[in-house]
């Protein structure tokens, strides 16, 4: 099992920038690596994901705006927001699916909350 911990949520104005993190309690380069979000009312939607040497993949409302990256030897992935949006207010999920068994794995969740 992988254990996943988000930090670097919070309260920023429109325009502003916030740096996700998410480390892993276990090596994560069997791991495709991502992050969810979900606001208010709404469904959890995939923001962005990255696998060991793969393309990322970006939710159409982020592109431009948010770059997923990961470090497998600190087994952390980071999600860079910028220009951000009251849209951009939700939950924040990390995630892990494993190449091979497809079992995933989710992270408590950290608040971002974008208002002036």
């Known amino acids: 099992q992988v254990q996943l911990v988000e930090s670097g949520g919070g309260l920023v104005q429109p325009g502003g920038a916030l740096r996700l993190s998410c480390v892993a309690s276990g090596r994560i380069f069997m791991y495709v690596m991502g992050w969810y979000r979900q606001a208010p009312g709404k469904q959890r939607e995939l923001v962005a994901s990255?696998?060991?040497?793969?393309?990322?993949v970006y939710a159409d409302s982020v592109k431009g705006r948010f770059t997923i990256s990961r470090d497998n030897a600190e087994n952390t992935v980071y999600l860079q927001m910028n220009s951000l949006k009251p849209d951009d207010t939700a939950i924040y999920y990390c995630y892990a699916q494993h190449i091979w068994t497809r079992g995933d794995y989710w992270g408590q969740g950290t608040q971002v909350t974008v208002s002036s």
């Open positions: 990255v696998p060991s040497g793969g393309s990322t």
